[in-house]
């Protein structure tokens, strides 16, 4: 592992070791909010997964609904029918924040609170299957806006889950080993330092004695 390039001193040990403790505090941190991620992601997923099935089933039978009655009717009895729509639908889009990651939330609303202008036509020359399709798609309605939810919810998750992993990683298996073989050479070149200083004050020590020593004997 490659040491970071500083120059050996006291204040560059200093600082290396205050950022390895920001970088240690900060990969638990990161490996949390990992770990809450992909929790929170597989019980989504699992919802997900039970709120499809569901839908699914569901909008075959509607499928199996608007055949029939476009059976029972004739083409221009129906496109007359649903022309000119009576009731509107509104969309907005909120976000609620998990784990730093922005998770659409879809609130609608109808121009009118009358249930019965969903439907656009009289009754008298139409079939009844069409009312069924008609009532069970609005009915319908939120639930595929709560999968769309999900569904968003699953992907941006995934997305901040890697970026996380690879956060984790980097500073698991690079940054911190860095700082860490750094501030061992610094150590290591410190103490040779400081021997290296030692020694010689030792060898001008002695030389200081044996000059002591020779002046006392020539006098």
């Known amino acids: 592992m490659a040491v970071i390039n500083v120059n050996p001193t006291r204040m560059e040990l200093t600082r290396l070791k205050k950022q390895l403790v920001t970088a240690v505090r900060g990969h638990k941190l990161l490996k949390d ?4 991620l992909m929790r929170q992601f597989l019980e989504t997923v699992r919802e997900t997964k039970t709120l499809r099935e569901n839908f699914e089933e569901k909008i075959s039978s509607l499928n199996s609904d608007f055949v029939n009655a476009f059976g029972m009717m004739e083409n221009e009895v129906t496109d007359t029918a649903l022309l000119l ?4 639908v509104y969309l907005k889009v909120n976000t609620r924040n998990i784990m730093s990651v ?3 939330d879809f609130e609608i609303s109808t121009r009118t609170s009358d249930k019965s202008d ?5 009754f008298a020359s139409t079939a009844f299957e069409l ?3 008609i009532e069970g798609i609005t009915d319908i309605l939120p639930t595929m806006l709560t999968l769309a939810e999900k569904e968003k919810a699953v992907k941006l ?8 992993r690879r956060r984790v990683n980097a500073l698991e298996h690079v940054l911190i080993p860095r700082y860490r073989e750094t501030i061992r050479f610094i150590s290591m070149k410190l103490e040779e330092n400081d021997r290296s200083s030692r020694a010689r004050l030792m060898k001008v020590k002695d030389m200081m004695i044996k000059q002591t020593i020779e002046a006392k004997q020539n006098s």
């Open 33 to 36: 909010k990992r770990d809450e």
């Open 85 to 88: 729509p009576k009731q509107e």
């Open 102 to 104: 922005d998770i659409p």
């Open 118 to 122: 969903i439907f656009p036509y009289g």
């Open 131 to 133: 009312d069924d399709a």
């Open 157 to 164: 998750m995934a997305d901040e889950i890697e970026k996380t």
